[in-house]
């Protein structure tokens, strides 16, 4: 039984290019979309499905029954099941649920392209649209010289979950609260932008975001896809920029979720030596599959263009570009030349770099890559991965090392704050104080000084003095900023 109309977004050039890994925006053709056809209000589905044999969308429009609303399978074996439903529409909430032909498998899955998710711990998706209207005209003009590698570039890194509380409620702010806030807070303190950590829909919650599940999707905790596009067009009105936490590099196994989507290996790699990541329990993109690079090349397009985003900080570089990242001998497989190297992974960065510059020239990429990889941040016709900025983890694991010493020994030392200079121009660095050092049991960097009250904060003091000395941009996370410096130098509490 079926109550779908034969309907399709997909000209025969789109699935060329998708099939063919080139394809930058299926945002604007998967997922759901409210449309009108002969005159009938509805939504459009699509998904990408090819081992499944029947695909159906459920919801609250049909008592999540199966088999009423039936996609049409395309005829050109590109695996895209899709069809127009009447009468569904925005805030509509919905799965597909799909029959494998591999095993009898079937699964309810969100939409890997839902523009919104349900509130976690529910797992559906949302047909979702919105007409914000930008104010930040004045900003994207001018934005490529505020967002220039010469330009000041001072970063305030957030958690947007835990940045303030409510008083009463004890709960996180909401976007339109950020938007007065947060804004007032990184305008006084000078910072030039901020980088939102993950804030696309993640189901869990002290994963601070790195376990995507809605890659579309701003996280419903603090309220609607509009809503934060208000947050960022106030920030762009404070001339503030704005950095997105990407994380192309694994995703969890959340049974809603990317992995064995359709009964096969779709999104995931099918070898688990170069598919499942050991430390993080978590699946990592089949970087081969051209139809996987367009989604994820799709995904970072789509947060420059519909929500303005000034740069994408990719989460976790080093462990794609390695094939025995994190594993011991045996564990991993040699590439065709025998190296250690993910030649899928390397041509996927440089696609990704290409394609972000050429469509926006005036934004950054930036790599935390912590290893010795070579010119991951000069241009790829040059052989590099073509970030704009690498984080330079050398320097703040030598300077966090020095300053914890207490000043008596530290002449002993002197060249952990002087060996970052004499590489510190081979790649365009950014100099990051980041969560990474807070989080698991480490101390503030306040609490790692060396001393009483008073010398410790004489030392973050001039931690910071020799930071933003140093060339190379700066990032500082919100909670080393819960100590700051007034204008007369004196420290407070915010």
């Known amino acids: 039984m079926t109550n779908v109309i034969t309907h399709s977004l997909f000209t025969d050039f789109d699935i060329d290019l998708f099939k063919s890994g080139k394809h930058y925006r299926l945002y604007e053709k998967f997922g759901s979309h409210t449309i009108t056809v002969n005159g009938v209000k509805g939504t459009y589905f699509a998904v990408w499905a090819p081992s499944a044999k029947q695909v159906s969308v459920i919801g609250d429009f049909n008592h999540w029954v199966d088999g009423e609303f039936n996609l049409n399978v395309r005829w050109d074996s590109s695996g895209i099941w899709e069809g127009f439903i009447p009468s569904v529409g925005k805030g509509n909430i919905y799965k597909y649920k799909i029959h494998s032909n591999i095993n009898n498998y079937i699964s309810e899955k969100a939409d890997p392209y839902a523009r919104r998710c349900e509130h976690p711990p529910k797992t559906a998706s949302v047909v979702w649209e919105d007409t914000y209207k930008w104010d930040d005209k004045s900003w994207m003009h001018t934005r490529k010289k505020n967002n220039a590698l010469d330009a000041p570039y001072a970063v305030y890194e957030v958690h947007l979950g835990s940045w303030r509380k409510t008083g009463k409620e004890n709960r996180s702010l909401s976007y339109f609260e950020l938007a007065d806030e947060l804004v007032t807070y990184v305008k006084e303190m000078n910072f030039t932008h901020v980088e939102f950590m993950p804030i696309m829909e993640y189901p869990y919650d002290p994963s601070w975001g790195y376990q995507i599940i809605g890659y579309f999707a701003p996280t419903s905790r603090f309220g609607y896809p509009e809503e934060f596009k208000y947050l960022v067009d106030k920030f762009h009105q404070n001339e503030i920029g704005i950095i997105l936490d990407w994380v192309p590099s694994h995703f969890p196994e959340d049974a809603h979720g990317l992995g064995y989507f359709d009964g096969s290996s779709l ?13 993080w329990k978590s699946l990592i993109f089949n970087y081969g599959r051209n139809e996987v690079r367009s989604f994820l090349i799709s995904n970072a397009i789509f947060w420059l263009e519909q929500y303005h985003a000034d740069g994408l900080r990719v989460d976790a570089v080093a462990s794609m570009l390695f094939l025995d990242y994190s594993r011991e001998d045996g564990e991993w497989e040699p590439n065709i030349y025998g190296g250690n190297e993910n030649l899928d992974a390397v041509l996927f960065l440089k696609e990704l770099n290409e394609e972000a510059y050429k469509s926006f020239p005036d934004v950054q990429t930036i790599a935390e890559e912590s290893t010795a990889f070579p010119m991951v941040s000069k241009p ?11 984080w330079m983890m050398g320097w703040m694991h030598d300077t966090l090392d020095y300053f914890s010493k207490d000043p008596i020994y530290r002449k002993y030392h002197q060249n952990e704050i002087t060996f970052s200079l004499t590489y510190a121009f081979t790649e365009n660095f950014m100099l990051p104080l980041s969560h990474d050092e807070v989080v698991h049991g480490k101390k503030t960097i306040l609490g790692r000084m060396p001393g009483d009250e008073w010398q410790r904060f004489a030392n973050l003091r001039l931690l910071y003095g020799y930071m933003f000395t140093h060339p190379g941009t700066k990032l500082l996370f919100l909670w080393e900023m819960n100590l700051v410096i007034t204008k007369n130098g004196i420290f407070k509490k915010v």
């Open 267 to 279: 999104y995931e790699h099918p070898d688990k030596r170069k598919g499942y990541h050991q430390d």
């Open 380 to 390: 790829t016709f040059m052989g590099g991965l073509g970030f704009g900025m690498k």
